[in-house]
Nanobody, 125 residues
Framework: QVQLVESGGGLVQAGGSLGLSCAAS??????MGWFRQAPGKEREFVAA????????YYADSLKGRFTVSGDNAKNTVYLQMNSLKPEDTAVYYC????????????????????WGQGTQVTVSS
């Protein structure tokens, strides 16, 4: 049984930093990523990486503030979030897939087979 276990959410003041982690168990993954859903909004892509080749993808609006990284041996992906803004407040979801993706497909929710339970990130102004 595949499980994605997230940790690291919380409350932070604007301008601060938070780190999230997500560990996958049950099978090896080809790609892992992060999505987020703010209140009243649709879930959106944040960042993703592929273990094979090391390709990394970011939402354009988050480049420079968010950094995704991972430990293939541990099947774990991390998200470091810096210079946080109130509009970053959302539930952050980890996602993973054992299947192949390339380019924009790696940023689509539909590509990912497995999802974490979500972790709340709240940025106060």
């Amino acid at each position: 049984q595949v499980q994605l276990v997230e940790s690291g959410g919380g409350l932070v003041q604007a301008g601060g930093s938070l780190g999230l982690s997500c560990a996958a168990s049950g099978r090896s993954m080809y790609a892992m990523g992060w999505f987020r859903q703010a209140p009243g909004k649709e879930r959106e892509f944040v960042a993703a990486l592929k273990w094979s080749g090391g390709s990394i993808y970011y939402a354009d609006s988050l480049k420079g503030r968010f950094t995704v990284s991972g430990d293939n041996a541990k099947n774990t992906v991390y998200l470091q979030m810096n210079s946080l803004k109130p509009e970053d407040t959302a539930v952050y979801y980890c996602a993973a897939s054992p299947g192949y993706c390339s380019g924009v497909r790696c940023t689509r929710q539909s590509f990912y087979d497995y999802w974490g339970q979500g972790t709340q990130v709240t940025v106060s102004s």
